[in-house]
């Protein structure tokens, strides 16, 4: 009896190490004149990506920047797919990355290895001594949204309510609801190929709207702020050259998916 006992509990654990995976998933060679890529994350755990490499979708899963995802074949970063894919009933945003790595390794024979390299970073800091943020990042007053749980039918001519954990990132804009500090530096990360480290000390969750002019753009006269400037003005946060650890991801071996 005790040796089904044992067995039984070990096999519990092993299901339980396994965690999340996609109910079904379609990956295609994007289309080769598609312009742009996107992963786009709907309630009930469906997700498309499209015109994505394999290093972005590890960056994604590993939830990293792309500069730190290294090696592995040469069409890891130039070959391009299509992914449409569902989770289990009950999937919730969180579950996302381990959802993807299982399907890398499932799909794509994906092995990697993690490293840790003290390299030149950012860290994210209070701008002030007094520690006030700026005007353009509050502490929010969102509610969470999902499957079960969605958000109420707006009234005419209202606006459907933002839920927590939304955000969008363009050029020289960004917006974040209901987010830890550190979803904001991992947004931030990839300045001058530099991963930012939030320093802060904050602890809470907060809306925050930040709007800059890229270096690109500021030859401008009417050019706005900097996004340094912008990050003091706008959230009563700075960025400090710095060496920290990073971590690095390094694919060991990948195989082109077999198209379905």
């Known amino acids: 009896m005790k040796q089904i006992a044992l067995a039984v509990m070990l096999a519990g654990v092993i299901l339980a190490q396994e965690g999340p995976k996609f109910e079904v998933a379609s990956i295609k060679p ?13 309630p009930g755990g469906r997700v498309r990506m499209t015109n994505t ?6 960056a994604n899963a590993y939830e990293v920047r792309f500069f730190q995802v290294t090696g592995g074949p040469e069409w890891a970063d130039s070959a391009r797919f299509d992914i ?18 299982a399907l890398l390794k499932e799909r794509f024979q994906l092995v990697v290895r ?6 030149p970073i950012y860290a994210l800091v209070l701008a002030r001594k007094d520690g006030k943020l ?22 005419p001519g209202e606006m459907r309510p933002m839920g927590c954990g939304g955000g969008s990132m363009g050029p020289g804009r960004l917006r974040e609801s209901g987010a830890q500090v550190a979803n904001l530096a991992l947004s931030l990360s990839g300045l001058d190929d ?5 320093q802060t000390g904050l602890k809470g969750k907060y809306d925050i709207s930040l709007d ?20 003091q003005e706008q959230l009563g946060l700075k960025l400090e050259s710095a060496k920290g650890p990073v971590d690095m991801i390094v694919i060991e071996k990948a195989e082109k998916p ?3």
């Open 30 to 42: 994007s289309d080769p004149n598609a312009n742009g890529s996107m992963v786009q994350n709907s």
């Open 53 to 58: 490499t394999l290093k972005n979708l590890i």
């Open 84 to 101: 449409e894919a569902k989770g289990e009933a009950g999937a919730k945003q969180k579950d996302f990355a381990p959802m993807l790595r």
């Open 114 to 119: 993690r490293e840790t390299k003290e390299m």
């Open 134 to 155: 700026g005007p353009q990042m509050k502490e929010t007053t969102c509610q969470v949204y999902d499957a079960e749980h969605p958000p109420p039918t707006p009234k």
């Open 194 to 198: 530099r991963v930012v480290l939030d």
């Open 212 to 231: 800059w002019t890229p270096d690109n753009r500021r030859a401008d006269d009417n050019a706005g702020p900097s996004l340094f400037t912008a990050l």
């Open 258 to 260: 077999t198209e379905n």
